[in-house]
């Protein structure tokens, strides 16, 4: 089965929650035990796991992952604007899909563990696809 998380993403870099989507979408799905797959579609953006219980980590992980991989002028991949080559090697370090388990219908995270889509070039309309797959 696959599902469709359609985000509206503010300006500039966030990181947003969207755990409680794919947790909805794992219990719609009534698979009980199996994988959840999370792919996003663009070069831009990525998804990952961390804490969102303070929102000053989200912060914290933007501002050092812009410290890494500052705007340049001097990257030889200059499509559109030399911030797009940085927010393509931002997407491929922190990775543009995860793999999750799913047991008893629900997602196996630890306690602090949520799914965040990090945006890189907002706003923009975005999506995150899922594929929740039954073991058999």
Excluded at 22 to 36: I, L, N, P, Y
Excluded at 66 to 75: A, G, Q, S, Y
Aim: net charge negative.
């Amino acid at each position: 089965m696959l599902t469709k998380i359609k985000l509206q993403t503010p300006p500039k870099e966030s990181l947003i929650n969207i755990t409680e989507q794919v947790k909805e979408a794992v219990r719609a799905s009534d698979v009980q035990e199996g994988m959840c797959v999370l792919v996003v579609p663009h070069t831009t953006a990525a998804v990952t796991l961390n804490s969102a219980l303070d929102a000053a980590t989200a912060s914290d992980i933007i501002g050092d992952v812009h410290r890494l991989i500052p705007t340049r002028v001097d990257f030889k991949h200059i499509y559109d604007t030399p911030a797009d080559a940085a927010w393509h090697i931002k997407s491929t370090l922190i990775g543009a899909s995860l793999a999750l388990i799913v047991t008893k219908g629900e997602l196996l995270l630890g306690g602090s563990q949520f799914i965040l889509f990090y945006e890189f070039d907002g706003p923009r309309q975005r999506q995150v696809h899922l594929r929740i797959i039954e073991d058999r």
